[in-house]
């Protein structure tokens, strides 16, 4: 799987941006695609997640209510739409895929693919 990350920018805080995440190579029919993101100086951490199969959909607590995940299956494409964003959103923001659904689902070793990452940074 090739994961192709974009849509990000520099924005104004409360303002919106939506992140794509194109893949290629396999579809995503039976995984979980995620977004993750890194500050600088801080570890990556969860931000969504998308389960494929049943289309149930997770979100980190600081992005819950902001942020929303969806798919696009003829596009085979993952989006993150983010709304009212904060300066402390600024980050790289990563879309990754893992093949199963377990107890690594919110950190970065539940994922074995990962795009190249997409700069957001909002202005206070």
């Known amino acids: 799987v090739q994961l192709q990350a974009s849509g990000g920018g520099l924005v104004q805080a409360g303002g919106s941006l939506r992140l794509s995440c194109a893949a290629s190579?396999?579809?995503?029919?039976?995984?979980?695609t995620a977004w993750f993101r890194q500050a600088p100086g801080k570890e990556r951490e969860f931000a969504a997640a998308?389960?494929?199969?049943?289309?149930?959909?997770y979100y980190a607590d600081s992005v819950k209510g902001r942020f929303t995940i969806s798919r696009d299956n003829a596009k085979n494409t993952v989006y993150l739409q983010l709304n009212s964003l904060k300066p402390e959103d600024t980050a790289v923001y990563y879309c990754?895929?893992?093949?199963?659904?377990?107890?690594?689902?919110?950190?970065?070793?539940?994922?074995?693919?990962w795009g190249q990452g997409t700069q957001v940074t909002v202005s206070s």
């Open positions: 190579g396999r579809t995503f029919t039976h995984y979980v």
């Open positions: 990754a895929v893992a093949t199963g659904w377990g107890r690594d689902s919110f950190n970065e070793n539940g994922y074995t693919y």
């Open positions: 998308i389960r494929w199969y049943d289309d149930n959909r």
